[in-house]
């Protein structure tokens, strides 16, 4: 089965690049026809989908987010990776990597990032 | 302020039915399918229903979804302690190109 793990630093300071990666175990990251998600929960809020990468590497992103977000593969490593610029205490949140076959279905556990000075 | 619109709270007793919404509009539910995921406290969400109705292996058929127009339901029967949880339906938006997904509803057993 399938298991997805986020890691990367759990704190940012504001303006700074926030970068976590996704490391997908239990399979290929480059078989069967899957996209590969990153999505976010502020503290008691609801969830917000940030983007996805198919393993070809074409990409969506939310519209909101679009300018700030780059989403990458490493097909050797296993690996999927986020990058968001400019960050402010508005994206403190938990962030979560996913797999997304007909829908997000397999999630990691989730990974607290604070953008604090 | 979330696409998709759910209720904040719900509740029932054990053994009771009970009904959760997701309001939407044509360019997400009115034309895709629409899934709802269950989020215990300090967990990640999990899917519970997909393509309006399904359920994934190991959910039991306590949960059901549906869908009619631009909105969809999860019905819960025969409540449990254990189903006490956040609820979120979520649904492709042809016109963001991307996933949106309803504030979620927090359901309390009483």
């Known amino acids: 089965q399938v298991q997805l793990q986020e890691s990367g630093p759990g704190l940012v300071k504001p303006s700074q690049t926030l970068s976590l990666t996704c490391t997908v175990s239990?399979?290929?990251?480059?078989?069967?026809?899957?996209?590969w998600s990153w999505i976010r929960q502020p503290a008691g809020k609801g969830l917000e989908w940030i983007g996805r990468?198919?393993?070809?590497?074409?990409?969506n992103y939310n519209p909101s987010l679009k300018s700030r977000v780059t989403i990458s593969v490493d097909t050797s490593k296993n690996q999927f990776s986020l990058k968001l610029s400019s960050v402010t205490a508005a994206d403190t949140a938990v962030y979560y990597c996913a797999r997304e076959g007909v829908i997000p279905d397999y999630w990691g556990q989730g990974t607290l990032v604070t953008v604090s000075s | 302020q979330s696409v998709l619109t759910q209720p904040p709270s719900a509740s029932g007793t054990p053994g009771q039915r009970v009904t959760i919404s997701c309001s939407g509009s044509s360019s997400n539910i009115g034309s895709n399918t629409v899934n709802w995921y269950q989020q215990l406290p300090g967990t990640a969400p999990k899917l519970l229903i997909y393509?309006?109705?399904q359920r994934p292996s190991g959910v039991p058929d306590r949960f059901s979804g549906s869908k009619s127009g631009t909105s969809a339901s999860l019905a819960i029967s025969g409540l449990q302690s254990e189903d006490e949880a956040d609820y979120y339906c979520?649904?492709?938006?042809?016109?963001?190109?991307?996933?949106?997904f309803g504030g979620g509803t927090k359901l309390t057993v009483l």
């Open positions: 239990g399979g290929s990251i480059s078989s069967g026809s899957y996209y």
């Open positions: 979520a649904a492709w938006d042809d016109s963001l190109n991307g996933w949106v």
């Open positions: 990468i198919y393993t070809s590497g074409s990409t």
């Open positions: 393509r309006n109705n």
